[in-house]
């Protein structure tokens, strides 16, 4: 896994960053996503590394985008989580398009406000 410059739980708003390359921002939602589902089914990091087998480590690289996993460790998680790998990616991409929508949202209203 190759090493991020940033961790989401250090600063979760850090995905929402435009200067942060899209693929980045993309990794801390998919993050956030895993976080997410690990907690609503009531789970440990380590419950979950676990049923993945993979290591705990790993489960938080992979929640705090703090490296860059390989696909075959994040379908080992899906695997965990009891869904499809293709559900959480689809996931992600749905939460990244509705933040990157209110991002935009905020920009025009701070436009129009110093406008005004």
């Known amino acids: ?5 940033l961790t989401a739980e250090s600063d979760p708003m850090k995905a929402h960053d435009p200067d942060l390359p899209e693929d980045e921002q993309f990794l801390i939602v998919l993050g956030q996503c ?4 690990r907690l609503a089914q009531g789970l440990t990091q380590d419950e979950l590394a676990t049923r993945s087998g993979l290591s705990r480590a790993e489960i938080q690289f992979i929640e705090n985008a703090g490296r860059k996993p390989k696909v075959a460790t994040v379908r080992r998680c ?38 005004v």
């Not at 896994?1 to 410059?5: A, D, F, G, V």
């Open 78 to 115: 899906c695997t965990g989580l009891g869904i499809s790998f293709m559900e959480l990616i689809a996931e992600a991409e749905r939460c990244l398009d509705e933040e990157q929508a209110k991002a935009n949202a905020c920009i025009v209203a701070l436009k129009v406000a110093a406008v």
């Open 1 to 5: 896994m190759e090493p991020l410059n």
């Open 34 to 37: 895993v976080s997410r589902r």
